[in-house]
């Protein structure tokens, strides 16, 4: 199983970037896919999350309104668009995928908010 993260690097405040994560080796559409970030000396939190047809998203309340979560069944991949960005989401951003027991995750993928 892989989940590979891609799009991070570092942005200016109040700008956007675009986060992907290509999984193989599961069988996608079964998954709850999510995305998970930790910053430096903070626990790993939840980001988002969407179900596995894509029909229910949760967020956490400070991205709220500036991050969207979306999937892709077909091309296998699940995407973070984050906009209006704040310092205070500098993080190691990861993915994760979830059926019942089994759980994985992607080695994660930085992205730095600048002031």
């Known amino acids: 199983v892989q989940l590979v993260e891609s799009g991070g690097g570092l942005v200016q405040a109040g700008g956007s970037v675009r986060l992907s994560c290509a999984a193989s080796g599961i069988v996608f559409s079964l998954y709850v896919m999510g995305w998970y970030r930790q910053a430096p000396g903070k626990d790993r939190e939840l980001v988002a999350q969407?179900?596995?047809?894509?029909?229910?998203?949760t967020y956490a309340d400070s991205v709220k309104g500036r991050f969207t979560i979306s999937r892709d069944n077909t091309k296998k991949t699940v995407s973070l668009q984050m906009s209006s960005l704040k310092p205070e989401d500098t993080a190691v951003y990861y993915c994760s995928a979830r059926l019942s027991a089994l759980d994985y995750w992607g080695k994660g993928i930085l992205v730095t908010v600048s002031s």
């Open positions: 969407i179900s596995s047809g894509g029909g229910s998203t």
